[in-house]
């Protein structure tokens, strides 16, 4: 039987255009590279934080087992945001930053990736 592991992404910056952009490309993505055709789904709107003018939006899990195409093309999907983001990461320019995460896995691990 195969493992469910939950991987969620968010992403924060202080430019509202920029994080615009990334979330635009996020749909993108989910849109050119995920077979199911409701992926754009999992990419949430842009929330404000209530202090400095941060923005964030999240990607929640797929909640597909791992080696399904659902999971497969998640994967894909967010090694292609994450090229996309770290250009933008390395400029001072901005104060962008995001975290990969995933959890529920039949072992308990959980991983932890970000900028």
């Known amino acids: ?53 941060y923005c964030s939006f999240f990607i929640i899990p797929d909640g597909s087992k791992e080696g399904y195409d659902a999971s497969d093309d998640s994967d894909v999907i967010r090694e292609k945001l994450i090229e996309f983001i770290q250009p933008l990461v390395s400029s001072e320019e901005y104060h962008l930053s995001y975290a990969e995460f995933s ?13």
């Open 1 to 53: 039987m195969r493992n469910i592991r939950h991987h969620a992404f968010i992403v924060t910056c202080n430019d509202r255009k920029v994080i615009d952009a990334i979330r635009v490309k996020a749909l993108e993505l989910y849109k050119l590279h995920m077979e199911a055709s409701n992926g754009s789904q999992l990419v949430s709107e842009i929330k404000e934080s209530i202090v400095n003018h």
């Open 103 to 115: 959890y529920g896995a039949d072992n308990g691990q959980t991983t932890f990736r970000h900028s």
